[in-house]
């Protein structure tokens, strides 16, 4: 799949630099930065998840870790 992506100049060179510096493509290093972007995200929704769930039934958790 191809994708055209706009890159303000700063953000451009940053992304050049590191990868130059990891000796990677920018293509790879622009795949990197979105894979843990997304790895983030998902984290942060399942921790919300919990958060709910640990609230909800805080009640049952405290009794069964008795």
């Known amino acids: 799949m191809e994708l055209r992506l706009r890159l303000p100049d700063e953000v451009h ?3 050049r ?5 990891d ?4 293509n790879t290093e622009i795949v990197i ?3 843990e972007h997304l790895a983030r995200r998902q984290t942060s929704a399942v921790r ?6 640990a609230q909800r039934d805080a009640e049952l ?5 008795q």
Do not use: D, P, Q, T
């Open 33 to 35: 930065a979105i894979e």
């Open 17 to 21: 630099a590191v990868a130059e510096e």
């Open 48 to 53: 919300a998840i919990a958060r709910k769930v």
């Open 13 to 15: 060179g940053r992304l």
């Open 23 to 26: 000796g990677n493509s920018l």
């Open 61 to 65: 958790l405290r009794r069964l870790s």
